[in-house]
């Protein structure tokens, strides 16, 4: 049952990192083909100052380690970014949500063992839990076991 919001984790991780933004290689061949010439015009009419603004790596890199996405943001290329960064809080909020319900779950079935058992919480851990489950009553349990 620890594994559930690990599996979780992984399959929305690869879910949500995938994009469908061309249909075919011809298409992406002809964006390339267009975003070079772009690339071309407009680095010719950048003016002196604006060519020589560039972009820390590293601090982008520290920026993706941080939030997935916001190194793109900080190179201002959050196309593609924002995907990974709705991914990266989707994940999150899966992981926070789980780990709130399973300790709901916890908190249910030992005080279902308190008041249909007879089970008293101190020094137990959740083998017992598990093993008491499969008894009536803490009473059969401590017979079988000794």
Known sequence: MKLFPLILLLSSAILF?????????????????????????????????????????????????????????YADAYNTGKYFTIADGVLWGTLIGMNAYSNIQEDNYKSYAATRAGVIHENKDEDYYANIGDYTSVYSYNDQKH
């Open 17 to 73: 990192s995938q994009t469908d933004d061309y249909k075919s290689i011809q298409e992406l061949k002809s964006t390339l083909k267009n975003s070079d010439e772009k690339f071309q015009t407009a680095s010719i009419n950048l003016s002196p100052n604006l060519s020589n603004e560039k972009k820390s790596v590293g601090l982008g890199i520290v920026y993706s380690l941080l939030l997935p996405g916001m190194g793109e943001l």
